[in-house]
């Protein structure tokens, strides 16, 4: 079998257990599979960084967040799944920018475990939307990607204005903009639980536009599983 | 829609997916019309599944696909030459349909240096075959001077009002050359090609590109030079030779430079089946520096334990106390590793390198400057690097990764400039190689050939 990213062959049987239990074998070598780093340890209770022994809990980050009226208890939590180190930043230019969409399937496992764990079958999943030039433009919506990759299902309840790339804002000039996000034609959303699902969790500040206005929407609580935290 | 149209003029020369036009609909919808501007579809279906067209990939394994936004189905796409902007199956590339004159220039060439008889030998054949519009090879060794023996045959292309371009594998060798193009070349435009130059794409009467942005170009160039032929990853990329039947119009010359041409080219060269060049001496006319092997027993299992062979150990210490500057290969990053920490023992400023190294450029360059007295490299430093004055040698000669042409082109460091003509190469082995043989007598033929044909001077 070939690697999904470095393309060269390997034995994807790594265990007996695997042969005899038929467990998925993983697409990617065990030396790609090896420069991913996952988050495990110590985490922040509110956006699921990894802190060292002596950082308290939640992180500064987050009781700036906590602590501004407009924001605070917006979103319940957030759990991510990856650090993002330079091998993650690679692959993700790969897969979002280059558009290789089968590299989403490296990422199934892990996903499914964490939403799993962090979350469950009583949250609905709601994709991050992209707007639909970006999304012509792109071909894909990779928040989408991964949500495909749950095995419940997903709802487009959110849709999205054309705005600026906002790798190109600063945090300041990203809170303040208008929320780029509405809601389409859905159910009520009184009293559900919703978790909304995006490639990377950087300042929270566009997983917070979109809870807030499943929020306002009557939403009971909104969290966020991100495949990267930034 | 007339030759002179922006659309046209821009787009002359390239294939590429539609949606990266810079031109509106309506623009492009008139070119289609009045046929200036032919559109096809950017994968074609197989038998076997798809095929790419404009890398050729048609393997099952490269290609995924994804649920299209743009055509709202189920997409394929080329997972090969993703790197160039995704080609799925609902992608349509586009290309202009007629040819446009390339300006001629007289006397373009400005460079006054001499060349060997060698040189001079060669370089007449490359511009014959340019002006009969054929295929060569030119086999020169590791320095012989082959950028200067392509002059007088771009000349007399430029001359026609033909266009020129040289591709080769490797970024570092297309920014090296740029600037001695321009010199050479100094009223003729220029385009360099890489991923990330501005310039990629453009069509002008000389071109440089690595093997990959060849990708762009369709039925453009008159004269088609591949530096390197034998070098990854042309020589095992179909794709890149796929690119370049299609970047060169249908007449065209193509011309192959290498020092270290396949075995099954060597055996085509000598049965008379594929017309050759061969430049035997260097520039300098002092004979190739022949490798001498050692034995050095089993050097993996001494390294786990800490130590190297003793002559190896032995070799190093004694460029070290000459102040002889010195490459030391190894096959793979992990004993590059392990070799390099038990000589930084020896001496600390000692460095190893291997491809993915974030700092290569910086250590090359300090190498180059004198401060580091030995590079423990893996093959990725066989080409390219050129360092007046050293000695080269590689333990575990017999490992898979030194092949012939690898092991030819790493003796190949060795007595590049005329001030020190001669150094030592050494390959220290556990247990002799046919590659190895073969190289040595590479070497030594050459050497025979050039004393033959009278081009060593002694």
């Given at each position: 079998m070939n690697c999904l990213l470095c393309h060269s062959s390997y034995n994807p049987i790594a265990s007996w257990r695997q042969l005899l239990f038929l467990e998925d074998v993983d697409v990617l070598c065990p030396r790609c599979r090896g420069s991913f780093a996952l988050i495990d340890g110590r985490l922040c209770e509110m956006c699921g960084r990894p802190l060292d022994e002596a950082s308290p809990s939640p992180c500064a980050d987050c009781l700036r967040w906590q602590e501004d009226e407009q924001?605070?208890?917006?979103?319940?939590?957030?759990?991510?799944?990856?650090?993002?180190?330079?091998?993650?930043?690679?692959?993700?230019?790969?897969?979002?920018?280059?558009?290789?969409?089968?590299?989403?399937d490296a990422f199934r496992r892990p996903f499914v475990h964490a939403f799993r764990q962090s979350f469950g079958r009583e949250w609905h999943i709601v994709p991050i939307p992209l707007s639909p030039e970006r999304l012509y433009e792109r071909g894909f919506n990779q928040a989408e990607a991964l949500a495909r990759q749950l095995p419940f299902p997903s709802f487009p309840w959110l849709a999205r204005k054309h705005s600026e790339k906002q790798s190109k804002k600063s945090r300041r000039e990203r809170l303040e903009t208008d929320n780029p996000f509405f809601l389409t034609d859905c159910p009520p959303l009184t009293g559900k639980r919703i978790v909304l699902i995006d490639d990377i969790y950087t300042t929270g500040i566009t997983v917070r536009h979109a809870a807030r206005v499943l929020r306002e929407a009557g939403a009971a609580e909104v969290g966020s599983l991100t495949l990267v935290r930034a | 829609m007339s030759v002179s149209s922006p659309l046209i003029a821009s787009l002359y020369g390239q294939r590429i997916p539609r949606e990266q036009l810079p031109f509106s609909h309506a623009d492009i919808e008139t070119a289609l019309r009045v046929g200036s501007l032919h559109e096809q579809s950017g994968l074609i279906k197989t038998p076997r599944g798809w095929r790419c067209v404009r890398c050729g990939n048609d393997e099952r394994s490269w290609f995924a696909s994804f649920p299209c936004a743009r055509c709202g189905t189920n997409c394929c796409y080329c997972r090969k030459c993703l790197m160039m902007g995704r080609i799925s199956s609902c992608t349509r590339l586009v290309h202009v349909t007629m040819s446009l004159p390339s300006e001629r220039y007289a006397v373009p060439l400005a460079w006054n240096g001499t060349l060997s008889a060698a040189q001079e030998e060669a370089a007449m054949e490359?511009?014959?075959?340019?002006?009969?519009?054929?295929?060569?090879?030119?086999?020169?060794?590791?320095?012989?001077?082959?950028?200067?023996?392509?002059?007088?045959?771009?000349a007399a292309a430029l001359e026609e009002g033909w266009r020129v371009c040289l591709a080769t594998p490797r970024i570092d060798v297309v920014r090296e050359l740029a600037p001695r193009f321009r010199q050479a070349f100094p009223r003729v435009p220029l385009a360099v090609w890489y991923g990330g130059s501005e310039e990629r794409g453009q069509i002008a009467p000389l071109v440089l590109s690595t093997t990959?942005?060849?990708?762009?170009?369709?039925?453009?160039?008159?004269?088609?030079?591949?530096?390197?032929?034998?070098?990854?990853?042309?020589?095992?990329?179909?794709?890149?030779?796929?690119?370049?039947?299609?970047?060169?119009?249908?007449?065209?010359s193509l011309i192959y430079l290498t020092a270290t041409p396949s075995r099954a080219w060597q055996l085509d060269v000598q049965c008379g089946k594929r017309q050759a060049a061969v430049i035997p001496a260097r520039y300098h006319g002092h004979p190739l520096p022949v490798p001498s092997f050692e034995w050095c027993g089993n050097?993996?299992?001494?390294?786990?334990?800490?130590?190297?062979?003793?002559?190896?150990?032995?070799?190093?210490?004694?460029?070290?106390?000459?102040?002889?500057?010195?490459?030391?290969?190894?096959?793979?990053?992990?004993?590059?590793?392990?070799?390099t920490r038990l000589l930084q023992r020896v001496d600390a400023r000692i460095v190893g390198v291997h491809a993915e190294a974030p700092a290569r450029a910086e250590y090359v360059q300090a190498f180059r400057d004198g401060s580091v007295p030995l590079l423990v490299t893996t093959t990725i430093l066989e080409r390219g690097v050129t360092v007046p004055n050293i000695d080269v040698a590689v333990l575990g000669a017999e490992d898979r990764i030194f092949t012939e042409s690898a092991l030819v082109q790493i003796a190949g460091r060795v007595g590049r400039s005329a001030a020190f003509p001669d150094g030592d190469v050494r390959f220290f082995h556990h247990g002799k190689t046919t590659e190895m043989v073969r190289a040595h007598r590479h070497i030594v033929r050459m050497n025979e050939t050039a004393q033959k044909r009278g081009l060593l001077h002694r």
């Open positions: 924001w605070g208890g917006v979103l319940v939590k957030n759990r991510s799944v990856y650090v993002y180190n330079d091998w993650m930043k690679e692959v993700v230019t790969l897969w979002k920018f280059r558009g290789d969409y089968a590299i989403v | 490359v511009k014959q075959a340019v002006l009969n519009r054929r295929e060569l090879l030119v086999w020169a060794v590791c320095g012989a001077g082959k950028t200067e023996i392509l002059f007088p045959a771009i990959h942005q060849l990708l762009r170009a369709y039925r453009v160039f008159d004269v088609m030079i591949i530096d390197e032929v034998d070098a990854f990853p042309y020589s095992v990329e179909p794709m890149l030779e796929y690119a370049v039947s299609q970047a060169r119009k249908e007449q065209s050097w993996r299992k001494r390294l786990e334990r800490g130590r190297l062979p003793e002559n190896v150990l032995a070799w190093v210490l004694r460029r070290l106390e000459q102040r002889k500057q010195a490459f030391l290969f190894v096959p793979h990053i992990d004993e590059l590793e392990a070799v």
